[in-house]
């Protein structure tokens, strides 16, 4: 049985620019049982972590050529859910709420246990990389699920309940054509006589929003966004 409770050896990824203590880490780390492979900058920790398979990552915060923060956010950017123990010799709360909200999963300060870090990385592999709510992107809008937000070309787009309602199943759809009865379904309380007029009028309302030219209407059978 492997170090992180499934068959086969858990492979880890060490991203720190301290060559002693990545060294320290590594053999430590080996010495347990894992598979482990280090970096010492941050593009090369963000294109190790996009394309090596590894089960969790101990990422440092002040790397050479981007920061392990730049790292964090532009992996979950991509929907990667790779779990991340950020390590920092800043030990603030503001620094350590920086690291989490940026998209990391633990937080260390140096100078650290090496016995705490090891609990934390397999508290960590015990949750695997759970499932995060999705940015959904079609063309220049972006719409974030976590925070209600909306935005078309970086600029922020207002909308009613009901119209980023309408917008998020659209844009979890894209390309196809959604039906005027499956919007009513969806999008509106199947509980209410409500009119399918009400789509049109809203499709209207969204258009003027994010664009005219980004709603089709397909004659008869519905809209898709573009």
Sequence with gaps: MSPGGTLGRVRLLVVEDESRLAYALQRGLQAEGFAVDVESTGPAGLDAARHGGYDAMILDVMLPGLSGYEVVRRLRAEEHWLPVLMLSAKDGEYDQADGLDCGADDYLTKPF??????????????????????????????????????????????????????????????????????????????????????????????????????????????????
């Design 113 to 226: 246990s090496y016995v705490v870090l090891l609990a934390r990385l397999r508290a960590l592999l015990r949750r695997g990389a759970p499932q995060r709510p999705t940015v959904l992107t079609v063309g220049d809008l972006r719409l974030d699920p976590a925070r209600r937000r909306v935005t078309r070309a970086d600029v922020e787009v207002a909308l009613t309940t009901r119209e980023y309602a309408l917008l998020d199943y659209l844009m979890r759809r894209p390309g196809e054509v959604v039906s005027k009865t499956e919007l009513l379904d969806h999008v509106w309380d199947a509980s209410l006589d409500t009119a399918p007029n009400a789509v049109e009028v809203y499709v209207g309302y969204l258009r003027r929003k994010i664009g005219r030219d980004r709603l089709e209407t397909i004659r008869g059978a519905g809209y898709r966004l573009r």
